[in-house]
């Protein structure tokens, strides 16, 4: 478990930040709209709860997972805001236990499971670090929503580096999901760490593509919380441009991102 233990630690932390912005709300301002269409901070959080209990079944109950992607499969355009309705639906205080404790028992299951399991999930099976790169990613995300929604700043840490590199592994992902054909080549991908004293790098050092910027743009970019024209992200090369404008590093068909500041959302 070492090669993961790192992962999973850093998603515990970016739980607990996100748990120290809801933790003492106001019942009122659970019900609060998010910048995601139809979604309240109820929604992000029981979204983010039902998520850790799918990737606890992948880990721990393969045959109980089946059920749940069954359920996927015969409503696929529904079922994530549907699960996200139940849960918010539920008093905060239940709610923000079932987090806790669901996202509790993910962690003991990622730091039981032995090095080399592989686990199924909606896409191609993960490894222990990718699962729990993805809920780090999730959590990041959603977190993001809700910091947004409560006028908060978080201050951004280093353990971006795992959105970033699921970012950067999702490029091909980005094209073909819009019927887009990858580019053969790779970039040079160059972002400055949010603690500003590493440059992090990914693709050969002589690509003739590159994507330059802050690791923290990088991020709101490939989640799509925000808006390409509001991020210090740049492209150099065609097809990199074309990228920064449709880059996701989550699964599930295109997202309509975000309007730049001033058009609304």
């Known amino acids: ?6 992962v999973i630690d850093d998603l515990s932390r970016e739980s607990e930040e996100l748990d120290r912005l809801v933790a003492e709300l106001e019942e009122s301002r659970w019900a609060l709209a998010t910048p995601a269409p139809g979604w309240t901070v109820a929604h992000q959080i029981a979204h983010l709860a039902w998520t850790d209990r799918a990737a606890l079944l992948a880990v721990t109950d ?3 997972f089946g059920t749940e992607v069954g359920k996927a499969l015969a409503s696929p355009g529904t079922w994530v805001d549907e699960a996200a309705r139940v849960g918010a639906a539920l008093p905060p205080a239940r709610l923000l236990s079932t987090w806790r404790e669901g996202r509790a028992a993910l962690d003991r299951a990622l730091r039981a499971a032995p090095s080399g399991t ?3 999930w909606y ?7 990718s699962m729990a790169t993805g809920r780090l990613m999730e959590t990041w995300a959603h977190g993001q929503d809700v910091a947004d929604t409560l006028g908060v700043t978080r201050a951004p840490a280093d ?9 950067v592994r999702a490029r091909d992902f980005a094209f073909g999901v819009r019927g887009l054909s990858a580019p053969p080549e790779e970039f040079r991908v160059e972002l400055v760490a949010p603690s500003g004293k590493d440059v992090w790098t990914y693709g050969p050092e002589d690509a003739t593509q590159r994507v330059t910027g802050l690791a923290l743009d990088f991020c709101l970019l490939v989640t799509q919380r925000a808006n390409r024209a509001d991020l210090a992200v740049r492209a150099e090369g065609p097809d990199a441009d074309q990228w920064l404008d449709i880059a996701q590093a989550f699964a599930g068909p295109p997202g309509v991102g975000r309007a730049p500041k001033g058009e609304g959302r």
């Open 123 to 129: 896409g191609p099976p993960m490894s222990v670090a």
């Open 159 to 167: 353990r971006l580096r795992h959105v970033v590199r699921i970012g």
């Open 118 to 120: 592989r686990f199924p």
């Open 1 to 6: 478990m070492s090669d993961a233990s790192s």
């Open 62 to 64: 393969a045959e109980a």
